[in-house]
């Protein structure tokens, strides 16, 4: 029914790379659950930028923050998801999760910052890798 609606009500305006952002994410919160991770937020804004997926890994202790990339590929064309984790876009990430963890005093826990990466391909299965501890933190 979930799935009806937001066909029926989805904005026309939102370019396909939105959408594929929007089904990415959506991949990737199953991905995770699936991994036994509680999805604690997602699409979290912070003056430092957005987190896409804030999550409790299956430890109970750590808390993490998932950056989710996914790219249309056609014969292998695309150059994977992993390539748009920047130096500056690894930066905005660690400002983002201390923005993250200030506010929801989680200084005291253990944190991490994971990468999903999704290759969407033409009548194919989308190919989901997640790199677990993608960006390192730097001492708080």
Sequence with gaps: MRRLLTRLFRPASLPDSALRGIRGERLARRHLRRKRYRILA?????????????????DR????VVEVKTRAVSDGLS????????????????????LIARRKNW????????????DERPGARPVIRHHERAVTLKDR
Aim: hydrophobic content about 40%.
């Design 107 to 118: 200084l005291d826990r253990p944190l991490r910052i994971d990468v999903i990466a999704i």
């Design 61 to 64: 202790k750590t808390i993490v």
């Design 42 to 58: 997602r699409n979290l804004h912070t003056p430092a930028g957005e987190a896409d997926i804030v999550a409790l890994a299956p």
């Design 79 to 98: 150059s994977p998801g992993e390539r748009a984790i920047t130096r500056d876009k690894k930066r905005r990430l660690l400002r983002v999760t201390s």
